[in-house]
């Protein structure tokens, strides 16, 4: 075929998107968050549940990695949370590495364990896979806490107050909903990235047919061991900015299945599984909701922001499966094509 | 030796609970290829049956199944029709959605007890027996039994009965079973049902040894998990025999490692075995992957 | 026989427990050759597909591909070699849309996105399925699914190529499409294994066919002497109506 006869077939495609066409569309929505930062500047209450959607964002972002594009729905990624919430804590408090430092450590050691944990998991599909990520939790979490040296047993971590741009630790609320911002464009990028590329197909291959994408010459196990190295460091450096945010936290909460594993793939289903931009309108959404949930019933009714997010859970599944983003492609789309739209 | 008899007594009565609590997971998943994450729930709804039984009818615990279980049999029902029927072929929308069942069953709780955590009494929870140098609490020894009754008479009603067989068709070729004249949309919800009332069952049966939390579903359904995928994912007599796999190895690794190590040693064997024998020492070699892919 | 260095079958077998899928069959394809294998129902044809493309390990025997031995080799390493295949249930890639169906393939040789969408758009050109390239592959209908099978398999840029039963509930003139663009690459060097119940089609495909029956190889020769063997007439025509 000719040079030009190849272009012709390929205009007549509608052209593929790719990293230099996403790009902007990230910087955009980054952007207009900025901006929203800028404008509640003052409001510390505002700036904290900002801070907090940043950061859940930017983990339900990494979690999507695998979780999404890779369709290995992992409940057991408060691992690679904890483990980077340790490593930032014993190199910090232990050898005064500057957190900034740590995350690069942190990140790393979370994809080896990532990696070393998911090679053998990796033969299991579906609910399965689900339930093994649920037990490899308790695992660690029963092994961090017998080998309390580096993470403080039942106690936890507590970092002190040593305000500094190098510790990263602020006096301001501002500082760190920039912070969490700045780990949300990270996620982001990281995900658009993959997303437009020869990786970010072969997850999906995998995602939709395995045996079809061995038949094409992918390598199943690989494509997700990478898929899952990326989403474990993204999620391992999101550990060392929460326990830098918090300051105290003990293994039960970083290791927690509902408040990190299970709500970081929550939130991206119900932004979009698979999506670049579904997580963070998921946590845009819930991580607000869930807070206001809190303050206004939480006094009268405990829980009651959990059980509106197990309605949200069900509701999703059963009616929006492919989440806001899903949904809102779906009404664009003309009405024929919305019958397939929902598996 | 004593000891060692004593740690023996210990796993193989935690497997009983262990078994009870399984056996309705199993059926659920092994007729409907469904993994139930809010099974614990449904055990937690049948111990606090037992306490709503007791406080306003004052009912014995043991006597509360009589209407627990039928309770949450309903439920069950209501559950599949309404929930999980409309998720067929969508295993990981599954998870999510008795994820979140899960959720709203476990917050409900806490909501209208506020948190309080509540008790049953019975005569039979205090009596303990001895057998030699064993001591054991008649109300574990009365969970053992009923885990191998239940699991006997259930295992029986599937195999001889019109209806078992029917589930068992379903189980095994739903299109088959369909050709046949089986409604298997109503055989799930059946089974989805009696997989639920014999959590009821087990909850009642648990009310008295435990105090009553909301949260404590969380702590039946992983041990059952690990029972269910040691002892053979959809086989009634793996859930049986894989419940006191994994008490005698919770009590052994709790008694001669470390008792804050035993969750971490047994999830280890159930994770190896996973990997290993994914369809668990009595279950059919690949029935994981074809349970997913039979779906559609 | 010219196709030795090409690809070798050498008394490969696959047992099920005591079932015997694919009992010591041996063949040879020469390069560049189209051969149609038919049979019965359960003869073992998708399971000899299986063992050729690396889906299930072979219980005994030999697939040697140009002299080498590929019995250990995974399916993707398979594909990397040159092997390209459809599956008797059409495996498309559901959520994908129909271009990037394709490019999965194309990135076997191609790195960058625009060069494997290229490659992709020309394979659907070739199975005719251009003008759907941004729909949804789950929204296609079955025969153009198979037909997005072949073209996913077309954009790997195999050597040969395995189609099974693509042409199961096509109609007239999909057939004829697939026919027309099986001798097109045939041309260009392709060579086809070829499974196909309608034997107008396999008489239109190939000058030889391998005929199959209880996992044994029952006949192996041109396409007019095997068709007309009164044995084979039975075994396939017998069964088929049974």
């Given amino acids: ?343 | 030796m004593a000891e060692f008899l004593n740690i023996v007594a210990i796993g193989l009565l935690l497997g009983g609970i262990y078994s009870l609590v399984s056996v309705g997971l199993n059926l659920i998943f092994g007729v409907i290829r469904i993994v139930n994450f809010a099974q614990g729930e449904f055990v937690m709804l049948g111990m606090y049956g037992a306490f709503a039984a007791q406080v306003a009818m004052g009912m014995d615990p043991y006597i509360a199944p009589v209407v627990v279980a039928p309770a949450l049999f309903a439920l069950g029902c209501v559950v599949y029709w309404i929930l999980l029927r409309p998720l067929q072929g969508e295993p990981m929308m599954q998870v999510f959605a008795t994820f979140g069942l899960l959720m709203v069953l476990e917050n409900v709780v806490l909501a209208l007890t506020r948190g309080v955590s509540l008790s049953v009494n019975s005569a039979a929870a205090q009596i303990s027996m001895s057998l030699g140098p064993v001591q054991m609490p008649l109300a574990r020894i009365l969970v053992l039994v009923a885990a191998t009754v239940v699991a006997g008479a259930l295992g029986w009603w599937l195999r001889v009965t019109l209806p078992g067989k029917a589930i068992r068709a379903v189980a095994q070729d739903r299109k088959a079973a369909r050709l046949m004249g089986i409604n298997v949309e109503r055989m799930y919800m059946v089974s989805f049902g009696v997989g639920a009332a014999l959590a009821g069952l087990a909850g009642c049966l648990l009310a008295p040894l435990y105090s009553m939390s909301p949260q404590i579903g969380m702590n039946f359904i992983m041990p059952a998990f690990a029972v269910v995928v040691l002892g053979g994912l959809g086989s009634v007599a793996g859930a049986y025999v894989g419940g006191f796999i994994v008490g005698l190895t919770e009590a052994l690794a709790g008694f001669y490692l470390d008792p804050a190590l035993k969750h971490a040693v047994l999830f280890l064997v159930f994770i190896a075995v996973l990997i290993i024998r994914p369809a668990g020492l009595f279950g059919v070699a690949g029935a994981e992957e074809v349970g997913l892919r039979e779906q559609s | 026989m010219t196709g030795a260095s090409f690809l070798q079958v050498q008394g490969a077998s696959r047992h099920f427990g005591g079932l015997r899928a694919v009992d010591a069959v041996s063949f040879d394809v020469a390069p560049g050759e189209i051969v149609s294998i038919i049979g019965p129902n359960g003869a073992g044809k998708t399971t000899l597909f299986n063992l050729l493309t690396g889906q299930l390990p072979p219980s005994s025997g030999k697939i040697l591909f140009r002299g080498q031995d590929i019995g250990p080799l995974r399916p993707n390493e398979r594909a990397r070699l040159g092997f390209g295949r459809t599956f008797q249930i059409s495996q498309t890639l559901t959520s994908l849309s129909v271009l990037e169906n394709g490019m999965v393939g194309a990135f076997l040789h191609h790195r960058s996105l625009p060069a494997a969408a290229a490659r992709a758009a020309e394979a659907l050109e070739l199975v005719g399925l251009a003008k759907r390239a941004g729909h949804r592959a789950g929204d296609l209908t079955l025969g153009e699914r198979r037909r997005l099978e072949v073209a996913r398999a077309l954009a790997m840029e195999p050597q040969i190529v395995l189609l099974d039963e693509v042409m199961a509930g096509l109609n007239q003139t999909e057939v004829q499409d697939i026919i027309e663009m099986v001798h097109t690459l045939n041309a260009g060097g392709v060579a086809f294994l070829v499974i196909e119940h309608n034997l107008k089609v396999v008489r239109a495909f190939s000058r030889r066919v391998i005929v199959m029956n209880r996992g044994k190889l029952l006949r192996e020769g041109s396409a007019e002497d095997v068709l007309s063997d009164p044995e084979v007439i039975e075994a396939y025509v017998g069964k088929r109506r049974a």
């Fill in chain 1, 1 to 343: 075929m000719s040079n030009r006869e190849q272009r012709l077939a390929w205009r007549k495609t509608g052209g593929v998107k790719t990293l230099r066409h996403e790009l902007p569309v990230t910087f955009g929505a980054l952007a207009a968050l900025g901006a929203l930062v800028a404008a509640m500047s003052g409001d510390s209450f505002t700036l904290n549940i900002l801070a907090s959607t940043f950061l859940f964002a930017g983990l339900a972002t990494a979690w999507n990695v695998i979780g999404g594009l890779g369709g290995q729905f992992s409940l057991g990624h408060s691992v690679f949370f904890a483990i980077g919430a340790f490593t930032v804590s014993n190199l910090y408090l232990g050898l005064q590495v500057s957190p900034w430092l740590a995350l690069l450590p942190a990140a790393l050691l979370s994809a080896v364990l990532g990696v070393l944990i998911s090679w053998p998991v990796f033969r299991l599909r579906g609910p399965f896979f689900a339930i093994a990520t649920m037990a490899m939790t308790e695992v660690l979490l029963s092994l961090s806490l017998y080998f309390d040296r580096f993470t403080g047993g039942s106690r936890g971590v507590s970092i002190p107050f040593r305000a500094g741009l190098q510790n990263m630790i602020f006096r301001d609320r501002l500082s760190y909903a920039l912070l969490m911002l700045g780990f949300l464009a990270v996620c982001l990028v990281v995900m658009a990235a993959v997303t437009r590329s020869r990786l970010g197909y072969s997850l999906q291959a995998v995602r939709d047919n395995e045996d079809a994408a061995a038949a094409a010459g992918i390598d199943v196990l690989r494509t997700k061991l990478a898929g899952m190295a990326i989403s474990a460091a993204l999620t391992g450096m999101g550990g060392v900015l929460y326990i830098m945010y918090v300051r105290v936290a003990d293994p039960p909460t970083l290791f927690s299945l509902f408040d990190i594993g299970v709500k970081m793939a929550l939130i991206a289903l119900i932004g979009g599984i698979g999506t670049i931009y579904g997580p963070m309108l998921g946590a845009l959404l819930i991580i607000p909701l869930e807070s206001w949930l809190r303050a206004e019933l939480g006094g009268s009714i405990p829980g009651a922001n959990l059980i509106v997010l197990g309605f949200i859970l069900m509701l999703t599944a059963l009616f929006l499966r492919r989440g806001i983003v899903g949904g809102l492609k779906r009404l664009w789309s003309r009405p024929g094509a919305a019958k397939g739209a929902g598996r």
